[in-house]
């Protein structure tokens, strides 16, 4: 290496790891949510024609939700047109509400495309929605290998119902 050029430096997470060890049984995550009669009623958010979005139970932030449409796939090019559009609007449409009930600095979208790009759920495409904040990688995460999440998924659910009303007071979700 030249003489001053810099060394790349590397920042590690281990405990990410350890969300991808953990064994994932029964089935699809998001299959399993896209039923109105699922049991995780507490984390689906939206129901549209073709997609929903639900609370992540692994948030990365406050607010950090998903959207997904009701067809298993992993890839883009298998959805139709329209479920594409469903999906992108039904994001717009969250980023909205989250950027209203907690005021962020920043919001991150994105894809995640198979196991090798950061899939945690690499079967079934979804599409994450992450309030940001100045700051929000802190040296709780650095250092002590936690991610501090002030608040409950129950509390993020109502601050998103509960605005999601007040913008769109015809929504039924």
Do not use: Q
């Not at 995550?29 to 939206?46: E, H, K, M, Q």
């Not at 948030?59 to 998903?66: A, E, K």
């Not at 090019?77 to 962020?104: H, K, Y």
């Amino acid at each position: 290496m030249e003489e001053g050029a810099s060394v790349p430096k590397h920042l590690w997470a281990p405990w990410r790891a350890e969300y991808f060890r953990t064994p994932k049984g029964g089935g699809c995550v998001f299959c399993g949510s896209a039923s109105p009669a699922a049991g995780d009623a507490d984390r689906v958010l939206l129901r549209e024609r073709t997609c929903f979005a639900l609370l992540n139970a692994f948030p990365y932030t406050g607010g950090h939700l998903m959207v997904a449409p009701y067809r298993h796939t992993a890839r883009l090019d298998d959805l139709a047109d329209g479920e594409l559009a469903d999906l992108i609007f039904l994001a717009r449409r969250c980023a909205r509400v989250l950027e209203r009930a907690f005021r962020p600095d920043g919001m991150n979208l994105g894809f995640n495309l198979g196991a090798a790009a950061g899939a945690g759920i690499a079967e079934h495409l979804h599409l994450h929605v992450v309030p940001r904040w100045t700051g929000d990688t802190n040296f709780m995460t650095v250092i002590g290998g936690h991610r501090v999440v002030s608040e409950g998924l129950r509390e993020t659910r109502e601050k998103f119902m509960a605005t999601l009303a007040e913008l769109e007071p015809h929504a039924h979700g």
